[in-house]
């Protein structure tokens, strides 16, 4: 018999984490804040976690994995039953390749394997979640769920509105203003714009540039040769940009830094890769999406698609309950 997805002592050790959560962060400031703040939420990031964290022999009613799902949503229902916010936005990556970055440059994330088809059947149960927990979803065939959630932060800091990124991703980084937030939900903490550089050892402002210095690779970006993240995070901190340390590059020899004085020659061999690599790191935040600040802010569940929908993927009572609770809720 498949294993019920919301009982035994998988639930209770989610209950009691829950409750060990609460006693990390002020609740009273987070509740405060979120009527000022847009949660932007990078999906990708909370549905692979349940994917690769719960048992998959949660099944919906053609027999398909749904373990995903049922992780996705508990995630999206505790972090709306904590926070309440006015804004929630959830962004969803279409492809791992085939994307504009992929034109700039082929072998970028080249190297991640193809997703399974079970992870990319709940991946579409997940997006028809959001829309009946109402929630505005967003993906895009040719930009990333990081591109998607700058564009819609850009959106909301023209209104006024300051953004929590929730993410563990590092790229998204290099979004946060001051005032904005950085929070993987269900971790220990969250970084602040100064938070930010304290841990990195970089400005957000500056966070693109560093990575094309660096390179990534999880994305597979190739960064220059011998320069690690100490090292262009010294130079981040000696340049207000990549395009000024390139114009005055005879400045790096004169920095305290290991190898300093063949460090800029290795930099003027490396140039056009490094620029390139700026075009992969640096998120755009000029998508057309179609959706004003009003079409992002949180609506009350609809509980009857929302049952219909638990109903296919087999879903118990524990996650019907949590709807009725978001139900009770003031929307945005």
């Known amino acids: 018999m498949p294993r019920r997805p919301d009982s ?10 829950r409750a060990s959560e609460s006693s990390l962060y002020g609740t009273g ?11 932007l939420i990078d999906a990708s990031v909370y549905v692979f976690r349940a994917y690769h964290s719960m048992l998959p022999d949660m099944r919906d009613r053609d027999g398909n994995p749904a373990h995903a799902v049922f992780g996705f949503a508990r995630f999206l229902g505790d972090l709306i039953e904590r926070v309440r916010p006015a804004y929630m936005a959830v962004a969803f990556d279409e492809r791992r390749t085939g994307s504009y970055r992929n034109r700039i440059y082929p072998p970028y994330k080249a ?17 028809e979640l959001c829309r009946c927990l109402g929630l505005a979803a967003f993906v895009d065939p040719e930009y990333e769920a990081d591109d998607i959630i700058g564009t819609l932060a850009h959106l909301m800091r023209g209104q006024g509105v300051r953004s929590a990124f929730i993410t563990r991703d590092k790229d998204l980084a290099q979004l946060v203003r001051d005032g904005d937030l950085f929070w993987d939900f269900g971790a220990r903490g969250q970084f602040g714009y100064h938070d930010i550089e304290r841990h990195f050892g970089v400005r957000p402002e500056r966070f693109a540039d560093y990575l094309a210095l660096t390179g990534d690779e999880v994305d ?3 960064g220059v040769p ?3 993240h100490r090292t262009a995070a010294s130079l981040m901190k000696a340049f207000d940009s990549l395009d000024e340390m390139y114009a005055d590059l005879s400045r790096v ?3 305290k830094l290991r190898g300093a004085g063949s460090l800029g020659v290795r930099l003027s061999a490396h140039r056009d890769s490094v620029f390139l690599a ?10 057309r999406l179609g959706v ?6 949180r609506r009350p569940p609809d509980l009857p698609a929302l049952s219909t929908l638990y109903d296919r993927l087999g879903f118990g009572p524990f996650l019907r309950r949590q709807g009725e609770r978001l139900a009770q809720l003031p929307a945005g």
Do not use: W, Y
Not at 8 to 17: I, P
Not at 278 to 287: F, H, K, N, S, V
């Open 8 to 17: 035994g002592a998988g639930a209770r050790r989610g209950s009691a984490k």
């Open 29 to 39: 400031e987070i509740l405060m804040a979120a009527q000022s703040r847009i949660f």
């Open 111 to 127: 190297n991640r394997e193809r997703a399974p088809a079970d992870l990319v059947l709940q991946l579409g149960h997940c997006r």
């Open 220 to 222: 597979n970006i190739p």
């Open 226 to 228: 011998g320069i690690g």
């Open 253 to 255: 020899a004169g920095l």
């Open 278 to 287: 700026r075009q992969l790191t640096r998120i755009a935040c000029d998508l």
């Open 292 to 297: 004003a600040a009003g079409g992002l802010r």
